[in-house]
C-alpha cells in the first residue's frame, strides 16, 4: 500500500557534540504517523564516517567529563530528571505521533524512564566501593569503580524514550559519555532527549544521537573507541549484536525478543485474570516485550477464563492514540500490522479456533489498526505459539495440570516475562523456584521491575551476563579496579623476594 505524504516532512537528523547535524550520506527513511498513515517524516541513515564522528565527540568530551565530582554529577542528575519532568507531555506527544501509542500509555513510558533518572540521583551510594584496612600489616587495600568510556546503546521502536533512559541515565552517571542509535521508526524523542539534556547542563559531546540502520550499528559494533554496547531488539539482532560486539573486545548486553505466558490457575479469580490478560494483552497494541502473549488455562479455567475475556474485548476502544477516548493504538507499520494479522491466517490453517478477529473490528481508517485478536485452542507446534507476534493477538494454550503449564514454559526458547495467577501461595511460592525466566509476576501481568531493581530476561531473551537498569546496569557502566597501598613506615620495610603474602 503506498502512503500519503504530507507536504511539509519533519526531516529528522543526528546530534552530535552538542548540536543538531544533518546527515550528508544521502541515505534516509520514511517516519509515519501509525494513526493516519501519513508519512511525516524523513530520518537521516549516518555513513560509517558520520558514526565516527558522534564517537569522536564522545571520545573528545570523556577526559573532562569523567573528572567531574560525585556531589556535581548528582546535582545534573536531578536537574536531568526536573528537566525531562517538565517536558513528559512533549516526549509522549512525539511517541504517540511516530509509535502510535495512546498518549496515557505514552506518558506511562516516559514515566518508567524518569524512575531510572531518579534512581540515578543516587550515584555517590551507587558507586561506593569497598574498603578494607590492614589487609596485611601496614597496607589497606580497596575497590574503586571508574567509568568505560565511551558506550553506545541501541534501541528498539517499540519504546523510543524509555529505553534509551535505561541506558543513557545510568551511563552517563557513572562518567561516561555516549552514543546512541535510535530506531529509525520513531527517531524524534532522541532529539528532544538530546535537548533537554543539553537543557539542563550536560557537557557538549556527552551525550550524542546517530540516526540510522545496520550501516550505524555495524560501524558501532567495530569502533575500537567503543568500550560497550547495550542494546535491546530482536532475538536474532540482540545475539548479531552480542557476537560483533564481544569478538571486538567489547562489553555488550544484548537484549532479545519475548513470548511472555500468563499461566491461570484453577482457582484463580477469574474476572480478575481476564482483566489482567486484556491489558497486558492488548496495552500497546502488544507491542512490548513484556505483553502477555500467551494465555496457559490451566483445567477447568479454561472455559469461564475465554468467555470473560471474549465479553470484554467488544469494549476496547481503538483508535488515535491522541483520542482520549483510544485505549489501543495503531501498530507501527502496514507491514508489521499486516504480519501480525498474518497469525490469524496461519492459526486458523494450522488448527486454532478465530475467537476474535481484528480484522473485522479495525476502525475504518488509513492508519496500521488491526482490532484486538483471540485465539484459542492454540498448540506449541503453530506459528501463532512459536513465534514472537509483536500484535495484538492473544493466544489460549489449554494444559490439563500446573506441571503441563511449568514444562510448557520452560521450555521455551524465550525466558523475558512470566505470570501465574492463583490464589495458592505454596504453589505461587513453587512456581517461582521452578520457572526459568527473568522477571516473574505473580497475580501480576507485566512485571517490569521497579528501577532499583533490575531488568533482564534469560535464555534467546538476554546475550551477555547483566540485566538494564537498577544495580546490574551500574556494574555494566564501570569496571572495578582494587587497589593495595602502603604508606612509608619504615618499621616494616625490608627486601623480601617471596610471594606477596598477606599476614
Ligand atoms: P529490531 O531488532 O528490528 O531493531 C532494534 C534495533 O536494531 C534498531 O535500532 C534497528 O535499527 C537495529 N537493527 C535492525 N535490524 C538490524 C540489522 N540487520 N543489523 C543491525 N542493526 C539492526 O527490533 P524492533 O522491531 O525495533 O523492536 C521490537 C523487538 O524488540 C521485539 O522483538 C521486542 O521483544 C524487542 N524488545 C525487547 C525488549 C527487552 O527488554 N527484552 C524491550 C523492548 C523490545
Known sequence: ??????????????????GPVRGESGRRGPVYNPATGEQTGEVDFASTDEADRAVAAAKAAFPEWRKWSLSKRADLMFRI????????????????????????????????????????CGIPSLLKGGFS???????DVYSIRQPLGVVAGITPFNFPAMVPMWMWAPALACGNTFVLKPSEKDPS???????????????????????????????????????????????????????????AGK?????????????????ADIDMAADAAVSAGYGSAGERCMAVSVLVAVGSAADPLVEAIKERLPKVKVGDGMDAASEMGPLVTAAHRDKVASYLDSGREQGATVVTDGRDTAPDSDGFFLGVSLLDDVTPEMDAYRDEIFGPVLSVVRVPTYDDALTLVNENPYGNGVAIFTRDG???????????VGMVGINVPIPVPVAYYSFGGWKSSLFGDR?????????????????TSRWPDPATSRVDLGFPQTR
Open 251 to 267: 562489553r555488550v548486553q544484548a537484549l532479545g525478543g519475548a513470548k511472555n505466558h500468563m499461566i491461570v490457575l484453577p482457582d
Open 189 to 247: 524523542a532522541s532529539i528532544l532527549a538530546a535537548e533537554l539534556l543539553k537543557e539542563a547542563g550536560v557537557p557538549d559531546g556527552v551525550f550524542n544521537v546517530v540516526q540510522g540502520d545496520k550501516v550505524a550499528v555495524d560501524r558501532i559494533l567495530e569502533h575500537p573507541d567503543i568500550a560497550a554496547v547495550s542494546f535491546v531488539g530482536s532475538t536474532p539482532i540482540a545475539r548479531y549484536v552480542y557476537e560483533n560486539g564481544t569478538r
Open 133 to 139: 584496612e590492614q589487609a596485611s600489616t601496614g597496607i
Open 81 to 120: 530528571y526536573q528537566v525531562v519532568e517538565e517536558h513528559r507531555e512533549d516526549l509522549a506527544r512525539l511517541l504517540t505521533a511516530e509509535h502510535g501509542k495512546v498518549f496515557s500509555d505514552a506518558l506511562g513510558e516516559v514515566q518508567r524512564g524518569i524512575e531510572v533518572i531518579e534512581y540515578v
Open 1 to 18: 500500500m503506498s502512503a500519503a505524504v504530507t507536504t511539509d516532512l519533519k526531516l529528522i537528523g543526528h546530534w552530535i557534540g552538542g
Open 467 to 483: 540485566h538494564i537498569y537498577g544495580p546490574e546496569g551500574i556494574d555494566f557502566y564501570t569496571r572495578t579496579k582494587a587497589v
Open 426 to 436: 505454596g504453589v505461587a511460592r513453587q512456581f517461582q523456584f521452578d520457572v526459568n
